[in-house]
């Protein structure tokens, strides 16, 4: 008869299709069930941090949810930054564990309750009667909530024979959150009149926009406004006339483009938190502007937004429509006035910096050109680990749609999350080329799943580590204020030798010619190249703009 960790593997696969896992004594036999008696695929990984951030990546590209799995204790617990990380970035997934059994813990069980409940995410366990309709239960409140959820399997319970898998519910989930009664209505009605009355309106919306698929809404509503646009980092692409379109808020913004937003006269806000970074420190918006955020938060996230409308990101766009097209207003012209092109120019670098080293600028605009230029890597998702080279993709490598453009680690500011996403974005988006941008601090933190990401990605997968021999953040944080360097100094690693050491073409970038094989291997068949890492030896003298402003306020 099937157990109960079949009863849950079933239950589960006739909802998600990926798991990304390590095995261990306590989801053993749920993976034997999942490789026996499912079509869902299982992604082995090398640590279980890097299982949880695969199928958040895998989330972020697709839409879709996926499931990681540990065993109990130290395998939980290596999970626990990664998790923090989705609840914090409102990523929907199941992480599946094993758990103390139900007779009391062992010298090696923690209270794996309290420890997920500590980082937001809830924990529900099954047992030898309801491990179907609970896996069902905690599929529903992942995608309800747009949280992670735990379902722990207890040791002794895992394999206890459960009977026939029962046909278990759809989960259900409630429908987009529109303003509410006569209130909301009016809001909204006021807000369309204001923006009637706009003579410089701007939209800006975040990956909370994209998540309700506002995109095409928010398009027709820029139109109908005739309002310049931009978009937060993980909001990149969403608006589909790029040519009256800023790119992206805060400090990776171009420095033209984000003093053009001081000139609006309203500021409406789809869908984006509003966090120190998007907002430059207070100093995104003049103070003249209205601010209005539209969110479904209970209340505004940031003091400078002036009206709130609380709802779902596409109703409340498509609603704007609507009630502007009543009053026949008319688009501001203010986004045809100017010349957005050039309010987006980037600072090119110098090539070399100073110290012999290579200029990230020049190194990032030449890689942003070398895929754009070639159709394989043209479709891609960039996934990015966090540090001070963070900037560098974000400033001058082109994102289709935020889908495309992931930061797996930066909601919680975490480092070493970057290799482990390659395989979630990998698994998301089979016919894409996958590009990660890491240091060299946050690679040496996730090189368990360097092999993961090789493997699973294969000839569709570009790693570009920015190697500056340090950890570059605190370098330019903590070095300016003259704090003993050592700790934040890395001895030069070789990256591409470690590449090499599991399958990938390892190159060594210490010269702008040599990223002449990035080129020929974008012009190569993804099936038949390898995985290329491309290990550049930057400065750490460039600062990136939006650390000039961090170091601006710390001082």
């Known amino acids: 008869m ?10 589960l696969a006739a909802h998600i299709d990926q798991v990304f896992g390590v095995m261990g004594n306590g989801n053993a036999y749920f993976l034997d069930a999942i490789e026996r008696e499912t079509s869902t695929v299982y992604t082995a990984m090398r640590h279980e941090a890097g299982a949880v951030v695969a199928a958040d990546a895998f989330h972020r ?13 130290a395998g939980f617990t290596n999970t626990l930054t990664a998790l923090a990380e989705a609840v914090q970035a409102h990523v929907p997934l199941v992480l599946v564990v094993g758990d103390e059994p139900t007779s009391g813990s062992r010298p090696w069980d923690v209270d794996q309750i309290a420890l997920a409940s500590a980082v937001g995410a809830r924990t529900y366990t099954v047992g030898r009667a309801d491990a179907a309709a609970t896996t069902v239960i905690a599929i529903e409140h992942a995608l309800a909530y747009r949280v992670p959820t735990v379902l722990a399997i207890p040791y002794d319970v895992a394999q206890l024979d459960a009977g026939p898998v029962p046909e278990a519910p759809q ?31 701007f939209l800006l919306a975040g990956r909370g926009a994209w998540a309700a698929d506002a995109g095409a809404a ?6 109908a406004t005739g309002a310049v646009t931009a978009s937060t980092a993980l909001g ?3 608006f589909p006339r790029t040519e009256f379109d800023l790119g992206v808020t805060g400090g990776f913004g171009a420095e033209g483009a984000m003093q053009l937003v001081r000139d609006a006269d309203v500021a409406v806000v789809f869908g984006a ?23 479904v938060s209970p209340a505004a996230t940031h003091p400078h937004v002036g009206g709130f409308i609380r709802g779902d990101a596409r109703v409340v766009a498509e609603s704007l429509v609507d009630a502007l097209r009543a009053q026949e207003a008319a688009p501001s012209g203010w986004r045809e006035s100017l010349d957005l092109a050039a309010l987006r120019t980037r600072e090119p670098g110098e090539g070399v910096a100073p110290d012999g080293r290579l200029d990230p600028r020049t190194v990032a605009a030449r890689i942003g050109e070398t895929l754009e230029a070639h159709a394989s890597t043209r479709d891609r998702v960039v996934v990015s680990d966090g540090g001070h080279f963070i900037g560098w993709a974000n400033m001058y490598w082109p994102v289709a749609s935020p889908d495309r453009m992931m930061m797996v680690g930066t909601t919680y500011q975490s480092i070493g999350l970057g290799f482990p996403s390659v395989p979630g974005a990998a698994a998301a988006r ?9 240091g060299d601090g946050g690679g040496l933190m996730a090189l368990a799943d360097l092999e993961s990401a090789v493997r699973v990605a294969g000839g569709r997968g570009l790693t570009v580590v920015w190697n500056d021999g340090a950890y570059g953040a605190e370098v330019n944080l903590y070095g300016l204020k003259g704090l003993a360097p050592g ?20 190159v060594v970038v210490r010269t702008l010619d040599d990223l002449e094989r990035l080129a020929s291997w974008a012009a190569e068949p993804a099936a038949s190249r390898p995985f290329l890492l491309l290990d550049v030896r930057i400065s750490d003298t460039v600062i990136a703009p939006y650390q000039q402003e961090i170091i601006r306020v710390n001082s």
């Open 2 to 11: 099937p157990s109960v960790s079949a009863h849950v593997a079933v239950t």
């Open 61 to 73: 590209a697709s839409g879709r949810i996926a499931a990681a799995t540990a065993t109990y204790g």
């Open 171 to 201: 989960p259900a989930l409630p429908a987009p959150l529109a303003p509410n009664g006569a209130f909301g209505a009016g809001a909204v009605a006021d807000l369309a009149r204001t923006l009637a009355a706009a003579r410089r309106p």
């Open 218 to 223: 928010l398009g027709t509503l820029a139109d």
């Open 236 to 238: 990149r692409g969403i």
């Open 273 to 295: 938190s509003l966090n120190q970074f998007t907002m430059r420190f207070g100093e995104l918006f003049a103070p003249g502007t209205r601010i209005v955020q539209v969110d």
């Open 430 to 438: 089979p016919e894409s080329t996958i590009v990660l941008s890491t």
């Open 487 to 506: 700790p934040m100094l890395i001895p030069e690693v070789d990256f591409a030798g470690l590449g090499r050491s599991v399958g990938a073409e390892g």
